[in-house]
Nanobody
C-alpha cells in the first residue's frame, strides 16, 4: 500500500488550496482515510478524516467550516479542500490510511510522504 500526497504550496492568508492523496495497493472504498499536519516544533495533529463506511467525515475544531475532506472511490483519491487559509495552517500535511485505534489518533497503518503548505500573512 502506498500513499502519495500532493498539492502543497506557498499561499497568502485567505487563499484556498486543494490537497490530493492517491492511494494504491488497496481499494479506497473499504479504507478509512485521514489528513494530519505537523508544524515545525509541534506534534502531528489530526485535521480531517473520512470513514470508508458511509463516508462520515470528522474534523478538528481548528479547521471545521473551512476545510472539506472528500474522496473519489473510482480514482482511489482523497482530497482536502482548504478555504480561508490562515498562517497557523502552515505545516506539512500528511494523508494516512487505515487507522489502528480511531480516526483522530495519528496511529495509522499507512502514511504518505507529506506535502508542505505555507501560508503567509
Amino acid at each position: 500500500v502506498q500513499l502519495q500526497a500532493s498539492g502543497g504550496g506557498l499561499l497568502q492568508a485567505g487563499d484556498s488550496l486543494t490537497l490530493s492523496c492517491a492511494l494504491s495497493g488497496r481499494a479506497l472504498r473499504t479504507t478509512t482515510m485521514g489528513w494530519f499536519r505537523q508544524a515545525p516544533g509541534k506534534e502531528r495533529e489530526f485535521v480531517a478524516g473520512i470513514m470508508w463506511r458511509g463516508g462520515t467525515t470528522n474534523y478538528a475544531d481548528s479547521v471545521k467550516g473551512r476545510f472539506t475532506i472528500s474522496r473519489d472511490n473510482t480514482k482511489n483519491m482523497v482530497y482536502l479542500r482548504m478555504n480561508s487559509l490562515k498562517p497557523e495552517d502552515t505545516a506539512v500535511y500528511y494523508c494516512a490510511a487505515d487507522p489502528r485505534v480511531n480516526i483522530r489518533l495519528a496511529i495509522y497503518n499507512y502514511w504518505g510522504q507529506g506535502t508542505l503548505v505555507t501560508v503567509s500573512s
